[in-house]
């Protein structure tokens, strides 16, 4: 359930932004905007201007070339210098594979990117090609759609990728892509263990070995990041506990301590 506490942050919808349309294409331009979340994917690129880009409480400078990728549960506003211009993909998950969506959500995936000019050409013609593709019908927009994405990948940066683990069966993937949209509801072992599709003892080794962490390691690191962005985004303690699935602000500030070293009102008042 979305709280109340949102209701001064904006959310922006599929249908408000798009119709019955599940994808969008635009170039856009703006003097500000103020701070937004969606309930889709969203990949913009500056081909215009300078300013700066708020994202999940944290300021960056950007430019010309300055890409970056945000999912459902990002928070971001934007300031620019003078009028800032770039290119706008928008998109919900039907379009994507279990396995990119949680490659979406997971530690590899950059937010950021720095594109350099064969790049950012690339990126315009691969966002034309989505946008002639969604309009003719064409068997393409997953791919191209991928294809930006994968600008964010480590690969594109010349890193290696390391995945915990040394195979991603489906049910498990399907499990993470859920509960990585769905932390902050309540949540059981058992209800992921049906969505994968095994019995819960199996599914529980076998989560460990794909992602590394135990189901309640992962379910609370998922939920003290999205708290750690809200926090910085301009949330209250209390909203922040209980808007990221946390039962109790008590529980909430000691688990908070314990994996970030800092009580969360701390942490809101830092630079980090």
Not at 193 to 221: M, Q, R, W
Not at 225 to 254: D, T
Request: charged letters at 25%; aromatic letters at 12%.
């Amino acid at each position: 359930m979305i709280l109340k506490i949102y209701s001064n942050v904006p959310r922006l919808k599929t249908e408000d932004k798009t119709g019955n349309k599940h994808i969008l294409v635009k170039n856009s331009s703006c003097q500000s905007y103020r701070q937004h979340w969606h309930d889709y994917f969203e990949i913009e690129a500056v081909v215009n201007g300078t300013g700066k880009h708020i994202l999940n409480g944290i300021e960056y400078s950007i430019g010309v070339g300055d890409a970056y990728l945000l999912t459902p549960v990002d928070f971001h506003k934007i300031i620019a210098d003078d009028t800032l211009e770039f290119i706008n993909v928008s998109f919900d998950k039907k379009w994507l594979s279990e396995e990119m969506q949680y490659f979406l959500y997971s530690s590899e995936c950059a937010k950021r990117r720095k594109l350099d000019a064969l790049e950012l050409q690339r990126f315009i013609s691969a966002s034309e090609l989505i946008k002639s593709e969604y309009e003719n019908e064409g068997p393409c927009i997953r791919q191209l759609i991928e294809y930006l994405i994968g600008r964010f990948s480590p690969q594109a940066k010349g890193e290696s990728r390391t995945v915990a683990g040394d195979e991603h069966p489906d049910g498990i993937m399907r499990a993470v892509s859920y509960a990585q949209q769905h932390f902050r509801e309540k949540m059981t072992l058992s209800d992921l263990s049906k969505i994968a599709g095994y019995h819960p003892s199996y599914f529980s080794s076998l989560f460990c070995k794909v992602t590394g962490k135990n189901y309640t390691e992962f379910l609370t690191d998922l939920r003290i990041n999205y708290a750690k962005k809200l926090l910085k985004s301009g949330f209250s303690v209390s909203e922040s506990c209980y808007a990221s699935g946390f039962g109790s602000l008590s529980n909430f500030s000691s688990i908070f301590k314990k994996i970030c070293g800092v009580s969360p009102a701390a942490y809101k008042s830092t630079d980090k």
